[in-house]
């Protein structure tokens, strides 16, 4: 062989190998997960043949794509709403592609808004501690005068600063 032929073989090759692998690992599932949102928007991705979906859950918007169309014309009718949502988590995917891609669906008929609104009011009032222990740490006498307050009326500051990351 000579060497001219060699280096073709071995690009071929290396070529070869190398989509197999990309394929590979596009495909590789890694978990399937469940979560609950609302659908904040569903939209196509013309070049791709594809739709994505951004769901709002528990604080986060995750996006998640839809191949098969019906499933994608249902979901646009519940859009705003609340749904349930079962997604493969690959470990990798390609060029425009999330690592996430729709398993199933259900439509969630009595979700519980209280458990929302909590979790946000949950958020509030912890960002709103973790601003005023920032700006108390601004001012030595002052922070130090609160502390003891708030050790002699057995308030854990220990675990807020731990939280707040102070």
């Known amino acids: 062989m000579t ?6 073989f071995s690009f071929v090759f290396f070529i070869t190998l190398a989509t197999f692998t990309y394929s590979f690992l596009v495909e590789a599932q890694v978990s ?17 043949k594809l739709w994505k979906l951004y769901l709002f859950s528990e604080g986060d918007v995750i996006e998640i794509d839809i191949k098969n169309k019906e499933d994608a014309l249902k979901l646009k009718k519940y859009n705003k709403k609340y749904i349930h949502i079962v997604y493969n988590v690959y470990l990798t995917r390609g060029f425009f592609l999330s690592k996430n891609r729709l398993y199933s669906w259900r439509d969630v008929n009595n979700i519980n808004l209280v458990q929302e609104k909590k979790y946000l009011i949950d958020r509030i009032d912890h960002n709103l501690t973790c601003s005023l222990l920032a700006e108390l740490k601004k001012n030595k006498e002052l922070n130090l005068s609160v502390e003891k307050h708030l050790k002699d009326n057995n308030f854990n500051i220990n675990d807020i600063l731990a939280q707040c990351s102070l």
Do not use: P
Request: glycine share 4%.
């Open 32 to 48: 399937q997960q469940k979560i609950k949102g609302r659908i904040l928007k569903i939209e196509k991705i013309k070049a791709l």
């Open 3 to 8: 060497l001219k032929s060699k280096l073709v």
